[in-house]
């Protein structure tokens, strides 16, 4: 099967080095395409010295510059889109690539935990809980399969949507009949992580329907390998 993760960077590029380190080491035991659209050459530098696929196009709009990433991952079976401060774990990996076995068009997660480098502050966000959204997949970590990607055209997100790219996935999502599966992370004792810095599309704040969390012990239980070199951040 193959796998490729989709991302746009920008600046950040302390988390950058980090993040792109902690996929490369995910390859050794996950097979998949790292492809990062970059919008700086520094960032772009970054990207390829850790052996990613990465491209240079204009941050804005965000719509064509994430697009542009998902048009590089043609030919994959499965694409999963992730910000460029988002780690999931070997284990959430895995655990995608079972619901990949089954053949299901759209995979998403309803739960992620978060972590503010400025204030050392971390939470566990349990989803959307308003009648409007409840049950919607998280933006970071989507995944669609090669017969969703292709009807389409390796472009999911819908143009004029920058600053709410979620609701411009699902209205392209809304057009064509498709599979879906969404589980929740901590149900399941999976985990993803979103790093929050000075510069980020959302800001870390105490959303609503979230749980504070202890970040040495999140971090010590999860991500023990990277622990030091996230709280350093």
């Not at 988002?86 to 995979?107: A, N, P, Q, S």
């Not at 400025?118 to 566990?124: A, V």
């Not at 055209?153 to 609701?167: N, R, S």
């Amino acid at each position: 099967m193959k796998l490729a993760i989709c991302t746009g960077a920008y600046k950040r590029h302390d988390l950058l080095d980090l993040w792109c380190r902690y996929y490369a080491d995910l390859q050794k035991r996950i097979p998949m395409e790292i492809i990062v659209a970059c919008s700086e050459t520094e960032t772009l530098r970054i990207v390829q010295e850790h052996g990613h696929t990465g491209f240079i196009v204009n941050n804005h709009p965000l719509t064509r510059k994430f697009n542009m990433a998902a048009t590089y991952a043609e030919g994959a079976d499965y694409t999963i889109m992730v910000g460029s401060d988002d780690f999931m774990t070997e284990k959430t990996l895995r655990h995608y690539i079972t619901l990949f076995d089954r053949g299901i068009d759209y995979v998403g997660v309803l739960d992620w935990w978060f972590y503010d480098s400025l204030s050392g502050k971390s939470l566990y966000w349990a989803g959307y809980d308003k009648a409007a959204n409840r049950g919607h997949a998280c933006g970071a970590g989507r995944a669609l399969s090669k017969n969703l990607m292709e009807k389409l055209d390796w472009q999911p997100w819908a143009a004029g949507y920058d600053l709410i790219l979620d609701t411009g996935m699902d209205a392209r999502l809304a057009e064509i009949p498709h599979t879906k599966h969404f589980f929740s992370l901590n149900q399941l004792q999976l985990f993803a992580l979103d790093i929050k810095t000075s510069e980020n599309m959302t800001r870390y704040a105490e959303w609503p329907n979230t749980i504070p969390m202890d970040t040495e012990q999140m971090l010590k239980k999860h991500l023990p390998d990277w622990k030091d070199e996230i709280l350093a951040l």
